[in-house]
Nanobody
Framework: QVQLVESGGGLVQTGGSLTLSCATS????????VGWFRQAPGKERELVAA???????IYADSVKARFTISKDTAKDTVHLQMNSLKPEDTAVYYC????????????WGQGTQVTVSS
Protein backbone atom coordinates (compact mmCIF):
# COMPACT_ATOMS: atom_id res chain seq x y z
CA GLN A 1 0.00 0.00 0.00
CA VAL A 2 0.96 3.59 -0.63
CA GLN A 3 -0.36 6.51 1.36
CA LEU A 4 -0.60 10.05 0.02
CA VAL A 5 -1.47 13.21 1.93
CA GLU A 6 -1.98 16.54 0.18
CA SER A 7 -1.51 19.96 1.69
CA GLY A 8 -1.19 23.56 0.59
CA GLY A 9 -4.57 24.35 -0.86
CA GLY A 10 -6.42 27.56 -0.12
CA LEU A 11 -7.92 30.75 -1.45
CA VAL A 12 -5.90 32.99 -3.75
CA GLN A 13 -6.63 35.90 -6.07
CA THR A 14 -6.31 35.72 -9.84
CA GLY A 15 -2.66 35.92 -10.81
CA GLY A 16 -1.49 34.58 -7.47
CA SER A 17 0.51 31.48 -6.63
CA LEU A 18 0.13 28.38 -4.48
CA THR A 19 2.28 25.35 -3.87
CA LEU A 20 0.65 21.99 -3.22
CA SER A 21 2.55 19.20 -1.54
CA CYS A 22 1.95 15.45 -1.61
CA ALA A 23 3.65 13.50 1.15
CA THR A 24 4.02 9.84 0.24
CA SER A 25 4.71 6.80 2.39
CA UNK A 26 4.46 3.03 2.30
CA UNK A 27 5.60 0.74 -0.52
CA UNK A 28 7.11 3.53 -2.59
CA UNK A 29 9.26 1.10 -4.61
CA UNK A 30 6.04 0.07 -6.36
CA UNK A 31 5.32 3.60 -7.59
CA UNK A 32 6.10 4.51 -11.21
CA UNK A 33 4.37 7.87 -11.55
CA VAL A 34 2.96 10.44 -9.15
CA GLY A 35 0.36 12.70 -10.65
CA TRP A 36 -1.73 15.68 -9.68
CA PHE A 37 -5.37 15.60 -10.80
CA ARG A 38 -8.14 18.11 -10.29
CA GLN A 39 -11.90 18.04 -10.38
CA ALA A 40 -14.09 21.11 -10.59
CA PRO A 41 -17.82 20.99 -9.75
CA GLY A 42 -19.76 19.44 -12.59
CA LYS A 43 -16.64 18.50 -14.51
CA GLU A 44 -14.67 15.31 -14.98
CA ARG A 45 -11.45 14.73 -13.16
CA GLU A 46 -8.43 15.66 -15.27
CA LEU A 47 -4.71 15.05 -15.07
CA VAL A 48 -2.86 18.30 -14.43
CA ALA A 49 0.75 17.13 -14.19
CA ALA A 50 2.73 13.99 -13.49
CA UNK A 51 6.29 13.05 -12.72
CA UNK A 52 7.82 9.67 -13.46
CA UNK A 53 10.29 7.86 -11.24
CA UNK A 54 13.11 8.91 -13.54
CA UNK A 55 12.12 12.56 -13.27
CA UNK A 56 10.44 13.19 -16.61
CA UNK A 57 7.28 15.24 -16.45
CA ILE A 58 4.06 15.79 -18.37
CA TYR A 59 1.57 18.65 -18.17
CA ALA A 60 -1.93 19.38 -19.34
CA ASP A 61 -1.94 22.04 -22.05
CA SER A 62 -4.04 24.30 -19.84
CA VAL A 63 -1.30 24.58 -17.20
CA LYS A 64 1.90 24.45 -19.25
CA ALA A 65 4.26 27.33 -18.44
CA ARG A 66 2.24 28.11 -15.30
CA PHE A 67 2.53 24.95 -13.18
CA THR A 68 5.67 23.02 -12.24
CA ILE A 69 5.75 19.55 -10.74
CA SER A 70 8.82 18.44 -8.82
CA LYS A 71 9.85 15.89 -6.27
CA ASP A 72 11.95 15.97 -3.13
CA THR A 73 13.32 12.44 -3.04
CA ALA A 74 14.82 12.87 0.44
CA LYS A 75 11.39 13.72 1.86
CA ASP A 76 9.32 11.47 -0.45
CA THR A 77 7.25 14.50 -1.34
CA VAL A 78 5.94 15.75 -4.68
CA HIS A 79 5.19 19.44 -5.12
CA LEU A 80 3.02 21.32 -7.57
CA GLN A 81 3.99 24.96 -7.90
CA MET A 82 1.08 26.89 -9.41
CA ASN A 83 1.67 30.39 -10.76
CA SER A 84 -0.52 32.88 -12.61
CA LEU A 85 -3.61 31.20 -11.24
CA LYS A 86 -6.94 31.72 -12.98
CA PRO A 87 -10.52 31.26 -11.75
CA GLU A 88 -10.78 28.20 -14.01
CA ASP A 89 -8.05 26.54 -11.93
CA THR A 90 -10.53 26.34 -9.04
CA ALA A 91 -11.00 22.68 -8.15
CA VAL A 92 -10.24 19.97 -5.65
CA TYR A 93 -6.70 18.80 -6.35
CA TYR A 94 -5.76 15.18 -5.77
CA CYS A 95 -2.41 13.49 -5.62
CA UNK A 96 -2.28 9.95 -7.01
CA UNK A 97 0.32 7.22 -7.47
CA UNK A 98 0.55 4.86 -10.40
CA UNK A 99 1.66 1.34 -9.59
CA UNK A 100 4.39 -0.37 -11.64
CA UNK A 101 2.43 -3.59 -11.73
CA UNK A 102 -0.97 -2.35 -12.79
CA UNK A 103 0.09 0.90 -14.50
CA UNK A 104 -3.04 2.39 -12.98
CA UNK A 105 -3.43 5.18 -10.47
CA UNK A 106 -4.30 2.84 -7.64
CA UNK A 107 -3.57 5.13 -4.73
CA TRP A 108 -5.20 8.51 -4.04
CA GLY A 109 -4.99 11.23 -1.47
CA GLN A 110 -7.99 12.88 0.13
CA GLY A 111 -7.78 16.04 -1.95
CA THR A 112 -7.19 19.70 -1.20
CA GLN A 113 -9.36 22.61 -2.29
CA VAL A 114 -7.90 25.38 -4.43
CA THR A 115 -10.09 28.43 -4.99
CA VAL A 116 -9.05 31.29 -7.25
CA SER A 117 -11.12 34.43 -6.87
CA SER A 118 -11.66 36.82 -9.75
Amino acid sequence: QVQLVESGGGLVQTGGSLTLSCATSGRLFTVYVVGWFRQAPGKERELVAAIRRGGSTIYADSVKARFTISKDTAKDTVHLQMNSLKPEDTAVYYCAAQDFGTMQYDYWGQGTQVTVSS
